[in-house]
């Protein structure tokens, strides 16, 4: 995807220093957000048994359900435990085509997943003792790894706690 350049580069970043005057708040005037969180996010699946064996066996997500999509005769909606109560949910839609995973403007771009220091060094290990590809530690970043799941999604592991970005807290810690 091309970049902008010169005069239009300037414009982008001018206007997002404008939406960073007219809506980003100070912390102390910031509203709570109306939600407790995330529950799940969930994709589609081409394939159940390798989801689930990516997940679960390579990268240690714990599968805690399995049933029938109940908008989809025949299609599974699954879940990995990703702790603090995070679950990564999945469909399978059975008999019909998949096709490759494009990062295009309005699909899904990466999801980042927060690790400690130890796991982040476990999952590099187990990455490079299969010869899994991944991206990073690059960009100047040593904190992030980028993968792609049987399905093509794209999943950062990040080594920065949750609720911070670029070592600053962006929101609140409950």
């Known amino acids: 995807m091309p970049q902008p350049e010169g005069a239009e580069l300037d414009r982008v ?22 939600t407790r969180g995330i529950h799940h996010a969930a994709f589609i699946c081409r ?4 989801t689930i064996r990516f997940y679960q066996e390579f990268l240690g997500f714990p599968l805690v359900e399995l049933v029938e999509n109940r908008d989809y005769a025949g299609s ?4 990995f435990d990703l702790g603090h109560g995070n679950l990564l949910g999945f469909f399978d ?5 998949h096709p ?4 295009t403007l309005g699909g899904i771009q990466h999801l980042a997943l927060s690790v400690d220091e130890a796991a982040f060094a476990r999952l590099k290990r187990a990455l490079d003792d299969a010869e899994v590809p991944y991206l990073g530690p690059d ?21 920065e706690r949750l609720g911070i970005f670029a070592g600053e807290r962006i929101t609140d810690e409950s």
């Open 13 to 34: 970043r001018e206007r997002r220093e404008q939406l960073r005057g007219r809506y980003l708040q100070p912390d102390a005037k910031r509203p709570a957000p109306p």
């Open 47 to 50: 394939d159940v048994e390798e």
């Open 76 to 79: 599974s909606h699954f879940f």
């Open 93 to 97: 839609f059975p008999g019909h085509p």
């Open 100 to 103: 490759p995973f494009d990062e």
């Open 139 to 159: 960009r100047g970043a040593d904190d992030s790894l980028y993968i792609q799941d049987p399905n093509g999604l794209r999943v950062e592991f990040y080594q």
